[in-house]
């Protein structure tokens, strides 16, 4: 399966994100704050990142941005997980125009997989 960064806050959310995703069958590394992401994404290979889009030290999309200059073949492959999506703001539109994937929380743990799924099929070209 896949190997994913997992990037969260929330203790009991990433918790459940990472018993969602590890049931799957997918390696799962996580951490609460985008600078401790970014400082993993620096030295590993990941198939897939999934971040929240309100986390410490990296706001809105910054972690998206920070992708995008430092690893592009990762774009296609990043999943933002939010509680709330303001879809007039102008992060959320990047987003959409990039084809980012937003799931909104709570999510059933069977979307969530469902998302996974997809975008590790689109960015791999199946």
């Excluded at 996580?30 to 999934?50: H, M, N, P, Q, Y």
């Excluded at 972690?63 to 959320?92: C, F, K, M, N, Q």
Aim: aromatic share 8%; hydrophobic share 45%; net charge negative.
């Amino acid at each position: 399966m896949a190997r994913i960064l997992v990037v969260e806050a929330n203790e009991e959310v990433r918790a459940l994100i990472v018993d969602v995703l590890t049931a799957d069958g997918h390696e799962v590394d996580c951490f609460g704050s985008g600078t401790e992401a970014l400082a993993r994404l620096d030295g590993s290979r990941f198939d897939l990142v999934l971040s929240d889009l309100t986390i410490p030290a990296v706001a809105g999309i910054g972690l998206y941005w920070e992708i995008a200059s430092r690893w592009p073949h990762l774009v296609s492959r990043l999943i933002y997980v939010t509680g709330t999506v303001d879809s007039g703001s102008t992060d959320y539109q990047i987003l959409l125009t990039d084809g980012v994937p937003v799931v909104l929380k709570p999510f059933p743990p069977r979307f969530l997989l469902e998302v996974v799924a997809r975008t590790l099929a689109r960015s791999s070209g199946s």
